[in-house]
């Protein structure tokens, strides 16, 4: 695909950064520091890469490697010599620096101090995993000298924890920049990229994740079944590898957290039944893994909403491509090395229906939660589902003023995600029935239905694909 699609707030947020550079400060001090942080692959270089094209300002674009401490410097050095600050050429043959301080003086020098100018720092949390006094380093020349230039220092890093843990308290580079959160591509940007309608652009995002990498190899207008019957017959395709090279950088040692994610994608949602899937994990493992894929936002633990405690918690994978990869995927790679990806898209086939109605709920309900104000009654603050030990009843979508403990429930809802089935009379009144079921709801809590094929049901307010995309427009 040609063209920059989505991130219409992300270059809004950086152009506005780069407008405080260029107007000072009253403290004498334009600088301004900014910490991007995002799933692996899902495209914060690209992002920075179009600011960067689009501003036409000189700049320093520095990517770690990981390999050492030495080969980075080495690294950084070169990349400053080669930039397109002004004066870049004046350091080539300069030497490779030997630390951190002095990389960074070697970078105050080479910035233009009467205009503004960009340096961007790639992979992050490798150079602090390499060096125990980076984050000084870094501190230290910003507050000193950095800050005082009109340059916009930009952070990238995709260890969500790691780049999180930068700007606490504590921590050397605390409270001296900005964050910003890059998500993957949402689904209408998946309808505008790929020339999809709705329904097809939801089924399309359930299985890409909203990846850039996935959707440049998906042919536009391709429905889904065109791009998996293509993409099944290469092994080396982009929804092949991404998967096993983001397991692979997230979890290079602990086998054990990648078992009980491989047991949630496979669908096990309940603390007993991914311990047993994982091997029957001793309960202080199985805690300590979930924590641990809590912590870099791999998996949710959601509990349900209503106006009574629970502690029914279920898990389930937080990246949509990850999830369809573990069920589908991974398993699937020795087949489609031996040249049968008909086989496993045979298998997707078979349990297509029953895994996207699981899977579309948490985007439906983020879908909501943009919507809140033009489709949900006042007051409603949150949205979650319901649900019991047994699943009876188990609620797809409820409304409420708080969570996970709610004062006040002001809807309740189902998702019918199918084909040419619409929501129908039986389904309203099935609803009803879960309705009655549900702390704090009564029989004047409003009623809602998210539907794939529309409603033939009265006295439900009905919301399609074509309402739900409006979200993120």
């Given at each position: ?64 490697i990981g390999g050492s401490k030495e080969e980075d410097l080495a ?35 080479a910035l233009p101090a009467d205009s503004p100018s960009v340096v ?144 949630i994608g496979h669908g096990e949602r309940t603390f007993t039944l ?200």
């Amino acid at each position: 695909m040609d063209g920059f699609i989505g991130r219409r707030s992300e270059l809004a947020h950086l152009d506005d950064l780069m407008d405080k550079v260029r107007s000072g400060s009253r403290t004498g001090r334009p600088g301004r520091a900014l910490l991007v942080r995002g799933r692996r692959r899902v495209g914060k270089s690209r992002l920075v890469e179009e600011f960067l094209e689009r501003s036409r300002l000189p700049h320093l674009f520095f990517t770690a490697i990981g390999g050492s401490k030495e080969e980075d410097l080495a690294g950084f050095g070169a990349e400053i010599a080669a930039s397109s600050l002004p004066d870049a050429a004046r350091f080539s043959g300069y030497g490779t620096p030997q630390s951190w301080d002095a990389a960074f003086g070697m970078l105050a020098t080479a910035l233009p101090a009467d205009s503004p100018s960009v340096v961007v720092l790639d992979e992050m949390p490798y150079l602090v995993s390499e060096d125990p006094s980076f984050e000084g380093a870094l501190q230290k020349a910003f507050d000193r000298t950095l800050s005082r230039l009109p340059v916009l220092l930009v952070l990238v890093g995709s260890d969500l924890a790691m780049m999180e843990k930068l700007n606490t308290y504590g921590r050397p580079f605390y409270q001296r920049g900005t964050e910003m959160v890059v998500p993957p591509l949402s689904p209408a940007d998946v309808a505008d990229m790929l020339g999809l309608s709705p329904a097809d652009a939801f089924d399309a995002y359930l299985v890409s994740g909203g990846l850039p990498l996935i959707l440049e190899e998906w042919p536009r207008g391709a429905d889904l079944w065109e791009y998996l019957g293509t993409a099944l017959r290469h092994p080396t395709s982009a929804l092949l590898v991404s998967g096993e090279r983001t397991l692979a950088a997230e979890f290079p040692t602990e086998a054990q957290a990648r078992t009980v994610l491989g047991a949630i994608g496979h669908g096990e949602r309940t603390f007993t039944l991914i311990g047993r899937a994982a091997g029957d994990l001793h309960p202080s493992s199985l805690t300590r893994s979930l924590q641990l894929l809590t912590g870099r936002r791999m998996v949710a633990a959601d509990l349900p909403l209503s106006t009574r405690p629970s502690r029914e918690t279920r898990y389930r994978i937080e990246d949509p491509y990850l999830r369809f990869w573990l069920s589908f995927i991974g398993p699937g790679i020795p087949t489609v090395e031996r040249g049968r990806g008909d086989r496993v898209l045979d298998i997707i086939r078979a349990h297509w229906t029953t895994w996207r109605g699981r899977a579309v709920e948490p985007v439906v309900r983020e879908a909501l939660w943009r919507l809140i104000d033009d489709h949900l009654p006042a007051g409603t603050q949150t949205i979650g589902g319901y649900w019991t030990r047994t699943n009876d009843p188990e609620i797809d979508i409820v409304g409420a003023d708080r969570s996970p403990i709610a004062k006040r429930i002001t809807a309740v809802g189902s998702i019918k995600w199918l084909e040419n089935k619409p929501f129908d009379q039986r389904d309203l009144a099935r609803l009803r029935i879960h309705r009655s079921r549900l702390p704090g709801a009564d029989a004047t809590t409003p009623l809602l239905a998210v539907t794939r094929s529309g409603s033939t049901a009265t006295g439900v307010t009905v919301l399609t694909p074509d309402d739900l995309i409006g979200a993120w427009r």
